[in-house]
């Protein structure tokens, strides 16, 4: 039940009817009978820096933030730790007890988490990754893989600027840029894949990459998570590697801004799985 002292949170975006944040961020309030509401705001671009800096004012502890806002935040808030300043976007930000805002973003925290949870026998140090993608998700993912100790990331996009533009901002030595026309050649010694972009996702074609010199023991890690089970898994099945579907990325980046906001560590698990795969419409 909800009362006049609940606790508040929300995600932002425009639009925002797609995001299945309130669903999962309600399925938690559920379970765990907090008094408190997570709630949609389509916040229009020319408004959303006014509508942030109202957070506080409105008695909300926090919000995530969606498509297009995640650059906009970052000039909207009051302070960024390094993991947002790294990527370049905030997708969670939370109200201090002074009423300033803090910006983080998890998404890296949701990729390792979800890679660890589905895949425990992976270990960073055993070989290089390839990153295929240079968007906002592949970002996070090279940040998270870094920092994880990859000895090196290899990333591949369709547009190799924008690729070498992401190993610029990041000034790491061990990040490489593979052209897309040799991309399957990236995968030679390779022990993890990963396809940050929207190929494969319903509605768009499939990722079309020879998984014929991934090593067997790579494992495949695709975060499109609608279908659950992509072509590009579904072929990494067949040729035996281990394989890593992308909801629980989304699950388990939203469990330290739950946390933050509403004082309970949340956990993933196959009910809550289910319960937004189906919201999704992603199958089982």
């Not at 040799?182 to 995968?187: E, F, G, V």
């Not at 990459?209 to 495949?220: E, F, I, N, R």
């Not at 089970?229 to 990494?236: D, F, P, Q, R, Y």
Request: hydrophobic share 50%; net charge neutral.
């Amino acid at each position: 039940m909800t009362t006049g002292r609940a606790k508040l949170a929300g995600v932002m975006g425009w639009p925002v009817g797609h995001s299945l944040s309130p669903l999962l961020h309600g399925y938690w309030l559920t379970t765990h009978a907090v008094d408190g509401a997570y709630v949609p705001l389509a916040v229009k671009p020319e408004d959303f820096t006014a509508a942030v800096r109202m957070l506080p004012k409105l008695g909300f502890a926090g919000a995530n933030v969606t498509i297009p806002h995640k650059q906009a935040v970052l000039a909207a808030v009051d302070e960024l730790d390094d993991v947002a300043v790294r990527i370049g976007a905030v997708n969670t930000i939370v109200v201090r007890r002074d009423g300033r805002l803090w910006g983080t973003n998890t998404d890296a925290y949701g990729f390792i988490e979800n890679l660890k949870s589905k895949y425990p026998a992976w270990d960073p140090a055993a070989g290089p990754a390839v990153v295929i993608g240079a968007g906002g998700a592949a970002r996070a993912i090279v940040v998270a893989l870094l920092d994880a100790g990859v000895p090196s990331v290899r990333i591949a996009n369709r547009s190799r600027a924008r690729a070498e533009t992401l190993a610029r901002d990041l000034k790491a030595p061990n990040v490489e840029i593979r052209d897309w026309e040799t991309r399957a050649l990236a995968l030679e010694d390779a022990m993890l894949l990963v396809n940050t972009t929207s190929l494969g996702m319903t509605g768009q074609p499939p990722l079309d990459l020879d998984l014929t010199h991934l090593p067997k023991a790579a494992a495949v890690y695709d975060i499109v998570y609608v279908p659950l089970e992509t072509e590009l898994l579904k072929a990494a099945k067949a040729a035996g590697h281990p394989v890593i579907d992308g909801i629980g990325m989304l699950l388990h980046q939203a469990r330290p801004g739950f946390a933050a906001w509403f004082g309970i560590e949340p956990t993933v698990d196959q009910a809550l799985t289910t319960y937004v795969l189906t919201a999704a419409g992603a199958g089982t």
